[in-house]
């Protein structure tokens, strides 16, 4: 909540100074949260974004447990797989690698799932992340080089 607070309020807050290059990314952010969240239309469309990426993650790690043979329902993904997925974004390793694997081992152990296959499913997940977002990090780059005439 204090997070939150402080995202839709960061604009008006006195310190820090103006010029520093971090204040003003949160000032722009904050000013952008506050006209996405005070605004029904588009809070809606970015709420349906936010759960159907969701959704999408879900149903890959669903998909990879079925092609293993892990008999557990999509319900079963829907309610483990998203703390899994919380626990990977603690700024306690690379990538959430090893965080995520345990949180899956120990969620869906509480379904009877065997600790390797639900390792195994997480590690396809990381990897099948990588191979996914390999194409958009070249793009990222050679564009950054683009636009600071490295390539002309």
């Given amino acids: 909540v204090a ?8 604009d008006r807050m006195p310190w820090p100074p103006a ?10 952010l904050s000013v952008d949260a506050r006209r996405m969240f005070f605004n029904p239309r588009l809070f ?12 999408g993650i879900i149903s890959v790690i669903f998909s990879f447990g079925r092609a293993l043979g892990i008999d557990v329902s999509f319900f079963d993904y829907m309610v483990l797989v998203p703390p899994a997925l919380l626990a990977s974004a ?11 694997e345990t949180a899956m081992v120990v969620t869906f152990g509480l379904v ?5 296959e639900a390792l195994v499913v997480s590690i396809l997940f990381g990897i ?15 564009g950054r080089r683009k636009r600071c ?4």
């Fill in 19 to 28: 010029h520093w290059k971090i204040s003003r990314a949160a000032r722009t």
């Fill in 44 to 55: 809606a469309i970015a709420l349906f974004l936010g759960i159907g990426v969701q959704v």
């Fill in 112 to 116: 009877g799932v065997v600790p390797s």
């Fill in 128 to 142: 099948a992340a990588i191979v996914a977002g390999v194409p958009g990090g070249l793009i990222w780059i050679i």
């Fill in 149 to 152: 005439g490295r390539f002309s």
């Fill in 90 to 100: 603690l700024p306690i390793s690379l990538a959430g690698w090893g965080t995520r």
């Fill in 3 to 10: 997070g939150f607070a402080f995202l839709l309020s960061a």
